[in-house]
């Protein structure tokens, strides 16, 4: 059973700050990684995608794989109240199939 | 910006009767995936679609679903007769390839309630 662990929160920031939500995964062949936004009634919406170890950035959000400790992270710099949403931690599984599993996610609070 | 659409955002019907729900999905994606978040769960996934054929399944989608692109544009997930358990958000998603580009584009959903 492929797992995707995600502390599901509340975690709480105040504006400005920097929050940072995390994943880990079980399987370790897997080979691509998404954060998905969904706010409270809506539907999950792609805001990274990160393929290799390392950093990727792409405005205030940042992405962070580490496939040797199974671990992916999500910073969003300059948190602001709009950012308050459950994140979505999403890992497809290896052998050729890219159906991603989701976990079950963590929500951010950003409070003035 | 294209975006993927779905209707009914709302369905109700009776336990045992047949609900379709219909999806566009953004034009040039050459994969389409059907997805299911029953209140406060995780988002669990039915099936995947290309080139006309279903690709992949999970153990939810048994013999009640069934899902069809009748046309070039609309993509629909049949449920033939509904349980009071298949209440969720249905969502369907799109992607522009398996191979090199594995994001997942979700439309907005349809909340199924089964009485």
């Known amino acids: 059973q492929k797992e995707v662990e995600q502390n599901s929160g509340p975690l709480s920031v105040p504006e400005g700050a920097i929050a940072s939500l995390n994943c880990t995964y079980s399987?370790?062949?897997?080979?691509?990684f998404f954060w998905y936004r969904q706010y409270s009634g809506k539907s999950p919406e792609l805001i990274m995608f990160?393929?290799?170890?390392g950093d990727k950035e792409d405005g205030r959000f940042t992405a962070q794989l580490n496939k040797a400790s199974q671990y992916v992270s999500l910073l969003i710099r300059d948190s602001q109240p709009s950012d308050s949403a459950t994140y979505l931690c999403?890992?497809?599984?290896?052998?050729?199939?890219?159906?991603?599993?989701f976990g079950r996610g963590t929500s951010l609070i950003v409070h003035p | 910006e294209p975006e993927v659409t779905q209707t009914p955002s709302h369905q109700v019907t009776q336990m045992g009767q047949e609900v379709i729900l219909r999806c566009v999905p953004i034009?040039?994606?050459?994969?389409f995936y059907w997805y299911r978040q029953i209140l406060g769960q995780k988002v669990e996934f039915l099936v995947s679609?290309?080139?006309?054929?279903?690709?992949?399944k999970s153990e939810i989608f048994d013999d009640q679903f069934s899902v069809e692109r009748p046309d070039g544009s609309n993509f629909t997930l049949k449920i033939r007769s509904t349980k009071l358990e298949d209440s969720a958000m249905y969502f369907c998603?799109?992607?522009?390839?398996?191979?090199?580009?594995?994001?997942?584009?979700f439309g907005p959903g349809t909340r199924l309630t089964v009485t």
């Open positions: 679609f290309y080139n006309n054929e279903i690709s992949e």
């Open positions: 034009s040039n994606h050459l994969y």
């Open positions: 998603a799109s992607s522009p390839s398996g191979a090199d580009s594995y994001e997942q584009y």
């Open positions: 999403a890992v497809a599984q290896s052998g050729g199939s890219y159906i991603p599993t």
């Open positions: 990160i393929y290799s170890n």
């Open positions: 399987d370790r062949g897997s080979q691509s």
